[in-house]
């Protein structure tokens, strides 16, 4: 439908593929539906080899980007991280948090385990990732974003490979009315990391939304209106999507939400609700061809936090 290539691009990223097999699958299984443009992968969780052949497969015939989802809170590193672990596994983002705004990260720990991941993620893909971001938003932080932004302009130099800019403006945020405290957070969260990846000359979003609570209360499916408008330039969103299943259970708190975000977008109001945004799924590197035929789009400058 000639149409359809007329409406602004965005991409739709689920985060957490590798976690377990009820959430890979059902990545897996949007990506082919045509309900998401991305994943992020946790390379360091139990699910990554097993389901690292199956997305190479959905990829191979429903293009999507694939990204690492560094992860430096509660499951197993990848390194020895002195300094990070406790009890053989990494800390929660509670302990995690305060540490790093106070800028006491041991900063070769950080390093390595970013090196770690990246190097299960490409033993299995065989390719740098298309982007990277953080499982809790934790390359946002103090001492990982100076990791991620050094590892990048190192390992994989020429800019190729996009970083999550989680920067919104407040005014936007409050206009939205969704976790807003949680939203101004993350936002001046990522500041730091914007001014980095700028400087360094690597290729980021603008426009970022999906946070919220994953409480009961408010339908997914109101929230996820909220998340598609009034975007920037760049807009990417992310979401949660999977199945309970007993691995799920074993290894992180965030379940049943996940359910309802699946139900959702393998449904046919989240199709309605696109078109209805005048918008359409799209790779990272669809957004910035688009920005020179966008109309008068608005700039983007200006516990568990998913």
């Given at each position: 439908?000639?149409?359809?290539f007329?409406?602004?691009?965005?991409?739709?990223?689920?985060?957490d593929?590798?976690?377990?097999?009820?959430?890979?699958?059902?990545?897996?299984?949007l990506?082919?539906?045509?309900?998401?443009?991305?994943?992020?992968?946790?390379?360091?969780?139990?699910?990554?080899?097993?389901?690292?052949?199956?997305?190479?497969?959905?990829?191979?015939s429903?293009p999507a980007?694939?990204?690492?989802?560094?992860?430096?809170?509660?499951?197993a590193?990848?390194s020895?991280?002195?300094?990070?672990?406790?009890?053989?596994?990494?800390p929660?983002?509670?302990?995690?948090?305060?540490?790093?705004?106070?800028?006491g990260l041991?900063?070769a720990a950080?390093?390595?385990e970013?090196?770690a991941?990246?190097?299960?993620?490409?033993?299995?893909?065989?390719a740098?990732?298309?982007?990277i971001?953080?499982h809790?938003?934790v390359h946002?932080?103090p001492?990982?974003?100076?990791?991620?932004?050094?590892?990048?302009?190192?390992r994989?130099?020429?800019?190729?490979?996009?970083?999550r800019?989680?920067?919104?403006?407040a005014?936007?945020c409050?206009?939205r009315?969704?976790?807003?405290?949680?939203?101004?957070?993350?936002s001046q969260?990522?500041?730091?990391?914007?001014?980095?990846g700028?400087?360094?000359?690597?290729?980021?979003?603008?426009?970022?939304?999906?946070?919220h609570?994953?409480?009961?209360?408010?339908?997914?499916?109101?929230?996820?209106q909220?998340?598609?408008s009034?975007?920037g330039?760049?807009?990417?969103?992310?979401?949660?999507?999977?199945?309970?299943?007993a691995a799920?259970?074993?290894?992180?708190s965030?379940?049943s939400?996940?359910?309802?975000?699946?139900?959702?977008?393998?449904?046919?109001?989240?199709?309605?609700?696109?078109?209805?945004?005048?918008?359409?799924?799209a790779?990272?590197s669809?957004l910035?061809?688009?920005?020179g035929?966008?109309?008068?789009?608005?700039?983007a400058?200006g516990?568990?936090?998913?």
């Amino acid at each position: 439908m000639p149409d359809f290539f007329l409406r602004r691009p965005i991409v739709l990223c689920a985060d957490d593929f590798g976690l377990a097999p009820g959430v890979s699958d059902a990545i897996a299984e949007l990506i082919v539906a045509g309900r998401l443009s991305a994943t992020s992968c946790m390379s360091n969780c139990g699910d990554w080899r097993r389901g690292a052949a199956i997305l190479r497969e959905t990829v191979a015939s429903h293009p999507a980007d694939v990204g690492l989802h560094l992860t430096l809170t509660d499951h197993a590193p990848l390194s020895p991280a002195r300094g990070l672990v406790h009890g053989g596994h990494l800390p929660a983002l509670s302990r995690l948090l305060p540490r790093a705004l106070a800028r006491g990260l041991p900063a070769a720990a950080v390093r390595d385990e970013l090196r770690a991941q990246l190097d299960a993620f490409e033993d299995l893909w065989s390719a740098p990732p298309d982007y990277i971001d953080g499982h809790q938003h934790v390359h946002l932080l103090p001492t990982v974003r100076e990791a991620v932004v050094d590892e990048l302009r190192r390992r994989y130099p020429g800019g190729k490979v996009w970083v999550r800019d989680c920067v919104e403006p407040a005014a936007r945020c409050v206009r939205r009315g969704v976790s807003v405290p949680k939203a101004l957070f993350i936002s001046q969260l990522g500041r730091g990391l914007r001014r980095l990846g700028r400087e360094a000359g690597l290729p980021m979003n603008e426009g970022f939304s999906g946070l919220h609570e994953f409480a009961a209360g408010r339908p997914f499916r109101e929230r996820m209106q909220a998340f598609l408008s009034g975007l920037g330039t760049r807009p990417m969103v992310h979401v949660h999507p999977g199945r309970v299943d007993a691995a799920l259970l074993a290894c992180d708190s965030l379940t049943s939400p996940r359910e309802a975000e699946l139900t959702y977008l393998a449904g046919d109001e989240f199709a309605a609700d696109l078109a209805a945004a005048d918008l359409r799924l799209a790779r990272f590197s669809e957004l910035s061809a688009h920005i020179g035929k966008a109309s008068s789009a608005p700039s983007a400058s200006g516990g568990s936090i998913r």
